[in-house]
């Protein structure tokens, strides 16, 4: 699954704006990071707080629909349009800018997570 060009820019946007884009590598230092932290554990020196981002919102999405694992498409629009379409709640206040605002939630989630991961390295 792959974010949608719109959904991906903003949750670069928002780790630029926590002032950690710097952590983003290319591509193949991505693989190469995501081997190491499978091996070795995550640490300060291979956090990419990119995928790291993409994975906690898939990961908070596949909490209450596992399927999202097995969409081809962007997560965080199958998301919206999934509770669109299936929520019957007349209450609810669940609308398609509350699964936006998680991108910069979890950017700023990702700061933390790095400068925790720095600490535990110093």
């Excluded at 020196?45 to 629909?65: N, Q």
């Amino acid at each position: 699954m792959q974010f949608c060009e719109e959904h991906w820019t903003r949750l670069k946007t928002a780790i630029a704006v926590e002032g950690i884009d710097h952590l983003v590598p290319s591509g193949k230092e991505a693989l190469a990071n995501i081997v190491h932290e499978l091996e070795h554990g995550a640490s300060a020196a291979t956090f990419d707080p990119l995928m790291a981002s993409h994975w906690a919102i898939v990961g908070r999405i596949a909490e209450h629909a596992p399927e999202v694992v097995l969409i081809d498409g962007c997560p965080l629009c199958w998301v919206a349009e999934m509770h669109e379409a299936s929520c019957r709640d007349a209450g609810c206040e669940v609308t398609r800018q509350t699964f936006e605002d998680w991108i910069p939630s979890v950017a700023a989630h990702m700061r933390g997570e790095w400068e925790r991961l720095a600490l535990e390295s110093a």
